[in-house]
C-alpha cells in the first residue's frame, strides 16, 4: 500500500535519514521503533511532506500505486493518509466540535461528513460530553482522543500515528492502544510510531526498528521480541555480563 | 454638549476600530502588526478619488471596485512581500511591512502629487440628517456606525459559523496542524490580507472624508487605529472595537479641554496600557498544555 523507497531527508547539512525503504501491507498495524533521534518523526513528516519543499532529497515513495513524494501536503490528506502528530496538536481556541469539523476539510459532501462526526462521537464519548468545550481545556488523553477522532474525519486508508501514548497514563495508553487496533479492525492500514516498545510489539502486525536514520531490523513482532539487541537496549531486558562482572551498555547493532 | 462630544467621540472611535481590527486580522494570522495597513487604505482611497475625478464615474461605481481593488491590493502585498520571506522572524516581517509602506507612500506620491485633495464621499459631515425630532447627527457618524455594526456582525458570523472561518482561526492557533488537515494555509493567509485591506479600505475612505485626502493623511489615523487595537488586546476582534471607542471617547473630550493636547493622548494611552496590561484589556490568553 505504501512502498517507500531509499529516502533520503535533509536538515540543512544534517543527514537524517540515511536512505530508507520499508513497505506497508493494506490492514497491518505497522510500528516504527526507535530511540530518540533515529528518525522516526522525520519518516512520517517526510511522508507527508512537512518538510522543507526539497525533502526528501532522493527516493521516491508511493501511495496505492502513485508517487507522492512531490506532492502537497493537501492532496496527500485528499488521496487518504492522516497524521496524528506527535504532542496532539489540536486548536486549542476551537471547540471540540469544529475540531473535529476542521479533519474534514478537504470533503464536500455534507451528509457524509455528518453521518460521520456521529460515528466519532459514538465511538470517542467523553468529546461527545465535552463538544462545545475549547480543546485546549481537555486534558491529555481527550485531547489525544481528539486528535485521532479528527484525523479519522479525512476518511483515511493509512493512518499515522505519532507517539500517542505520550505522556499518558499506563491505563490511558492501553486504552488508547485498543482504540487503534478497532480502527484498524474497521479496515484502516495504521503506521504508528512509538517510544513505548512492549506495547507497540504487543499491538502490530509487523515492525521496524530505526537508528542514526536507518532501519536495522525488520520483522514480525514475535521475532523482535527475543532479539537480543531489542530485548536490551528497548526491552530493557538485559542479558549479558562480561567476563569481569561489568555491564556493558552499548553493542553495535549490526546493520542488515 | 456633552452628548455631542461623546456622540463625536464615539464614531471617531468605531472609526478607529473598524481600522484596528484590520490590522487584527494579520496580526493574528501573520504575528506581525502591519505597518504598510494605513498606506494599503490610502491607496484604495486614492484609486475611489481617481476613478471619480479622472473618469468622472459615480460614486456607486467607484466604490465596489475601490473595494476589489483593496482586496486584490492585501493579497498582492502579502504574496509579493510576506510569502517570499524564508523562515521569517517577526522582526523581519516588520521590516518588510515598513518596507511596503514606504513603497506604496512613494507610488501615491509620484502618481497624484503631494498637494491634498478633497474627497468626494457620499456620506457628509456637514449634512445632517433628524433620527427623531430634536436629535439629528450627520451622515458620516449615521455611516460610521452602520458599517462598524455591519462588519463586526459579518465578521462574527463568518469566523464562528462558515468553514472557511474556522479553518482561518485554526491557521492561527496552529499552522502546523492546519496544514495537516489538509487547508492551504497559504491560500489562507492570502485571503486574511484580502480581507484585512478591504476593511482598513472601508475606514480609510471614512477617514478621507473627514479630513483631506494625501499621501500621508493615514499616519494618524493608523497610529490611532493601533493604539485602540493595543488597548483593546489585538487578539481579540470586539476587544478592538471596543478600544477604538474608548480612546474615540478620551481623545474628543481631552481635545475639548486642552485641544493643543489632543494628538498626543492616543500615544500615552499606548503607553499606559503597555505598563499596566500589557496583553490589553479584553484579550484571552492560552497557555500551552504539554
Redesign the interface.
Given at each position: 500500500m505504501l512502498s517507500v523507497k531509499n529516502i533520503e531527508t535533509w536538515y540543512d547539512l544534517i543527514r537524517a535519514l540515511h536512505g530508507i525503504s520499508f513497505e506497508i501491507k493494506q490492514g497491518d498495524i505497522v510500528a516504527l521503533l526507535g530511540s530518540n533521534g533515529a528518525g522516526k518523526t522525520t519518516t512520517l513528516k517526510t511522508i507527508?511532506r512537512?518538510l522543507e519543499d526539497d525533502q526528501p532529497e532522493k527516493g521516491t515513495i508511493e501511495f496505492m500505486g502513485k508517487r507522492i513524494d512531490r506532492m502537497?501536503?493537501?492532496e496527500i490528506?485528499?488521496l487518504g493518509i492522516s497524521?496524528v502528530?506527535e504532542?496532539r496538536?489540536?486548536?486549542?481556541?476551537?471547540t471540540v466540535m469544529?475540531n473535529i469539523?476542521?479533519?474534514a476539510?478537504?470533503r464536500k459532501d455534507r451528509q457524509g461528513i455528518k453521518d460521520d462526526i456521529e460515528g466519532i462521537l459514538k465511538q470517542f464519548p467523553i468529546l461527545s460530553e465535552r463538544r462545545n468545550q475549547q480543546a485546549?481545556h481537555l486534558s491529555?488523553g481527550e485531547?489525544q482522543m481528539l486528535a485521532i477522532g479528527?484525523a479519522l474525519m479525512?476518511r483515511p486508508k493509512l493512518l499515522m500515528l505519532d507517539e500517542p501514548s505520550l505522556?499518558l497514563s499506563p491505563l490511558l495508553t492501553k486504552e488508547i492502544f485498543a482504540i487503534i487496533q478497532r480502527i484498524n479492525q474497521e479496515g484502516v492500514t495504521i503506521l504508528l510510531v512509538e517510544q513505548n516498545v512492549n506495547m507497540a510489539l504487543k499491538y502490530s502486525h509487523y515492525a521496524f526498528l530505526m537508528e542514526n536514520g536507518r532501519i536495522v531490523r525488520a520483522d514480525k513482532p514475535e521475532v523482535l521480541r527475543e532479539d537480543d539487541d531489542v530485548k536490551e537496549f528497548y526491552l530493557g531486558i538485559a542479558t549479558e555480563t562480561s567476563a569481569k562482572g561489568y555491564k556493558r551498555y552499548r553493542r553495535k547493532v549490526r546493520f542488515r | 454638549m456633552f452628548e455631542m462630544l461623546l456622540i463625536e467621540g464615539l464614531a471617531i472611535g468605531a472609526c478607529y476600530g473598524l481600522f484596528g481590527v484590520a490590522v487584527a486580522i494579520i496580526y493574528k494570522t501573520s504575528d506581525v502588526v502591519n505597518f504598510a495597513q494605513g498606506e494599503m487604505g490610502m491607496m484604495s482611497t486614492f484609486v475611489a478619488y481617481h476613478i471619480m475625478t479622472a473618469y468622472g464615474w459615480p460614486f456607486y461605481i467607484a466604490f465596489p471596485a475601490t473595494l476589489i481593488f483593496a482586496i486584490l491590493l492585501g493579497m498582492a502585498i502579502e504574496f509579493c512581500f510576506l510569502r517570499p520571506a524564508k523562515e521569517p522572524t517577526v522582526l523581519g516581517l516588520l521590516i518588510l511591512t515598513l518596507g511596503a509602506e514606504m513603497l506604496l507612500m512613494g507610488l501615491a506620491g509620484w502618481k497624484w502629487g503631494a498637494e491634498q485633495k478633497d474627497f468626494p464621499f457620499l456620506l457628509s459631515v456637514h449634512k445632517t440628517v433628524e433620527i427623531f425630532p430634536g436629535f439629528a447627527l450627520n451622515e458620516w457618524t449615521i455611516g460610521v456606525f452602520v458599517l462598524t455594526t455591519v462588519v463586526m456582525v459579518l465578521l462574527f458570523l463568518f469566523f464562528r459559523y462558515s468553514?472557511l472561518g474556522?479553518?482561518m482561526?485554526?491557521t492561527q492557533?496552529?499552522e502546523?496542524?492546519?496544514?495537516?488537515?489538509?487547508?492551504?494555509v497559504e491560500r489562507v493567509f492570502s485571503i486574511t490580507w484580502g480581507m484585512s485591506s478591504l476593511i482598513g479600505a472601508l475606514a480609510a475612505m471614512f477617514f478621507a472624508a473627514r479630513s483631506v485626502l494625501d499621501p500621508n493623511f493615514m499616519m494618524e489615523p493608523f497610529m490611532r487605529a493601533f493604539a485602540a487595537a493595543v488597548l483593546g488586546g489585538l487578539t481579540s476582534i470586539p476587544g478592538v472595537v471596543i478600544g477604538g471607542l474608548i480612546l474615540g471617547i478620551i481623545e474628543n473630550f481631552f481635545g475639548y479641554a486642552w485641544p493643543e493636547w489632543k494628538p498626543i493622548v492616543a500615544f500615552v494611552v499606548i503607553i499606559l496600557i503597555i505598563t499596566v496590561r500589557p496583553s490589553g484589556l479584553f484579550s484571552?490568553h492560552?497557555v500551552?498544555?504539554?
Open positions: 507527508m512537512l502537497d501536503t493537501e490528506v485528499r497524521y502528530p504532542g496538536e489540536v486548536f486549542p481556541e476551537l469544529e469539523q476542521m479533519g476539510y478537504t485546549g491529555g485531547q479528527r479525512s505522556g | 468553514k474556522i479553518a482561526r485554526a492557533q496552529n502546523n496542524a492546519a496544514k495537516i488537515m489538509g487547508i492551504k484571552k492560552y500551552k498544555k504539554v
